[in-house]
């Protein structure tokens, strides 16, 4: 027994393995510490960049849309509108369609097994790259709808959305596609957040005679109302980030036009464009394009993370 | 008194009947393009692959009309897929140890939760243009401007925050009457964690990381001007500080050519692409099932 007693307090962890302790610490804590250094330095590394455009042009850079290397002019304003118009119009379309899918697999209309069928079958939509959407936007979407925006033009040209005769590739068409992407995004969180509410305030809206769709529409919804807009956020995010399948449908022409029938662009489809073979000061105006869509998106995305944070279901 | 029936032709009967008619319509809507687009890139895709297509360079564009193979696209992917990845695990597994073990849920690791979240969402051609200015235009990597080893750690940094929140994730998961026996009986920080919970949560992030490869794997953006696109076999090492090709730039560029047999090629190299991802996706959902119905706790 004493002898016991006196190995056990001889017991104590050598001094190697309290350091090997500290170090594996200390090296986890850098290692995570690593996303606030890229975060940071990916800010200061374009807004550095970006610095000689934005000192030459200033602000006026956001409202002007001539774009010309040879002159050493340059305003973004066609591609912010792009990526705005484009982003807006998609999530548009995606919100009610998202949610109504999202709607139709949180109820009971068909047996539990169709709706994670079909819950998948939106998911896996999501794994699918972009490029290869936009390879399929080129060759088969781009076909298929000719017709139908001839027929937009023909009978809604004096709206200014349409007033331009449709010639191939066109800002409608990369809206079209957006919404492709963003279906899943939607659905996805929005289903989430449905799922979510509490079977008891269904029960009780169903006690007092409501019915199925009143209950939806009253209850469940604006229960669900803050996660659903946060998956909006996101969405919308993704959305105005998003490059290849927009750089590959657009069109890819800086021409302003308030039509989505004519060739438009994005900023990133530009930065995908002019990246590679620009020089001198069109350099710097790309950085400032990147500069001005990233603070875009990290609005968006930080003011989606506070609505989560701050909204978030409590039941 | 009719009232205690079910009245068919009542408003509210014939409103919801509307209603879950256009949810159904909803639903239509948001399947059929991905019906459409796998069925169209397995029939017009699988019809191009034939063997040489694995071992052939692809042909620059004009108008002769054999584009050859993918070779260099294929294994360039493998590549710069595993730099990013080689990046990204030991970073995020070791920043998701960190928030999941040591941190208390003070300022600190909210703010790196936070951070993880934001560069989730930051566009994928940032993190191109970003690594544009930091390693292509200095030349740092010894002078070499365009390389795979710079495309590799532009998709290192999509992947990052995936990676970060599947361990951090799957580590709170674990039980912690694990660590408690494990600290109980004498083991260090690092020995319960490398010994006992790592290996409890492995299932569910490496399903979460090999997620997260896959879809790296199809991203384009942050390639096109960090790792550009190269038409030739890589044969060894030094190949790694040159221009490399991989198949998503492949589809981008051989998408936009006017000939219809680099287009082909294009639909070929989508059908291995997607083809891949979408097996991995559905092999790991079917893994995750599996494993949430005989969990131990």
């Not at chain 1, 792009?82 to 697999?105: E, R, Y």
């Not at chain 1, 000719?146 to 068409?173: I, Y």
């Not at chain 2, 399947?31 to 071992?55: D, N, R, S």
């Amino acid at each position: 027994m004493e002898e016991k007693l006196a190995l056990f307090k001889n017991r104590k962890r050598f001094g190697i393995e309290k350091n090997i302790d500290i170090i594996f610490k200390n090296t986890a804590l850098v290692l995570s510490s690593f996303v606030a250094i890229i975060l940071l330095g990916i800010v200061l590394v374009v807004f550095f960049q970006s610095f000689e455009s934005f000192s030459r042009y200033g602000l006026k850079f956001l409202v002007t849309s001539e774009w010309n290397p040879v002159k050493d002019e340059y305003g973004a304003f066609t591609a912010i509108y792009g990526t705005l118009i484009t982003s807006f119009l998609s999530l548009l379309i995606t919100i009610p369609l998202g949610v109504g899918t999202a709607i139709f697999i949180t109820e009971d209309f068909v047996p539990k097994v169709f709706r994670e069928i079909i819950g998948s079958f939106v998911e896996l939509l999501a794994a699918i790259p972009s490029v290869v959407l936009g390879l399929w936007a080129i060759f088969v979407m781009e076909p298929f709808f000719r017709a139908f925006f001839v027929f937009l033009h023909n009978f809604f040209g004096w709206v200014p959305l349409f007033s331009t005769e449709p010639t191939g590739r066109n800002s409608l068409l990369a809206i079209l596609i957006l919404v492709v992407m963003l279906l899943p995004i939607v659905t996805s969180i929005a289903r989430d957040s449905l799922n979510q509410v509490p079977k008891k305030l269904r029960n009780a809206s169903y006690g007092i005679g409501a019915s199925r769709w009143k209950t939806i529409f009253s209850v469940i919804l604006p229960a669900a109302l803050s996660g659903i807009m946060a998956g909006v956020l996101l969405a919308l995010g993704r959305a105005m980030g998003e490059t290849m399948a927009v750089t590959m449908i657009i069109g890819n022409s800086n021409a302003f036009s308030w039509s989505l029938l004519s060739p438009g662009y994005t900023i990133s489809s530009m930065l995908a464009n002019q990246f590679g073979e620009a020089d001198g000061s069109q350099v710097s105006s790309l950085f400032y394009a990147a500069f001005v869509l990233m603070i875009l998106s990290l609005v968006v995305n930080i003011f989606a993370q506070w609505l989560v944070k701050k909204f978030s279901l409590k039941y | 008194m009719n009232s205690l029936f079910y009245q068919k032709n009542s408003s509210r009967n014939i409103g919801d009947k509307i209603f879950t008619s256009l949810s159904l319509i909803c639903v239509v809507i948001a399947i059929l393009p991905l019906i459409f687009l796998v069925t169209y890139i397995l029939i017009k895709g699988g019809a191009q692959i034939t063997p040489e297509l694995f071992t052939l360079e692809p042909n620059p564009p004009g108008d002769d009309l054999d584009a050859g193979g993918i070779n260099p696209a294929l294994i360039g992917t493998l590549i710069i897929t595993t730099i990013a990845s080689m990046i990204a695990i030991p970073v995020g597994v070791g920043g998701g140890i960190y928030l999941a073990e040591y941190s208390k849920g003070g300022s600190f690791s909210r703010f790196i939760r936070f951070g993880v979240n934001v560069l989730a969402g930051v566009p994928s051609i940032i993190a191109g243009v970003f690594i544009y200015a930091l390693i292509v235009s200095t030349k740092i990597l010894f002078g070499s401007m365009y390389s795979g080893l710079a495309g590799g750690m532009a998709l290192s940094i999509l992947m990052l925050p995936t990676v970060i929140k599947t361990t951090d994730e799957g580590l709170k998961l674990v039980p912690n009457e694990l660590r408690y026996a494990s600290l109980g009986v004498g083991a260090s920080m690092y020995t319960t964690i490398l010994k006992i919970t790592l290996p409890s949560a492995f299932r569910s992030i490496a399903t979460g990381v090999v997620l997260g490869i896959a879809r790296a794997a199809g991203e384009t953006a942050p390639l096109i001007f960090t790792a550009l696109f190269s038409y030739y076999y890589i044969t060894g090492f030094g190949d790694l500080f040159y221009e490399m090709g991989s198949l998503a730039v492949l589809i981008y560029n051989f998408a936009l050519e006017p000939y219809d047999a680099q287009n082909q090629l294009a639909w070929a190299a989508s059908f291995i692409l997607v083809l891949s991802i979408l097996s991995v996706n559905i092999f790991s959902r079917i893994l995750a099932a599996l494993t949430e119905k005989t969990k131990r706790v």
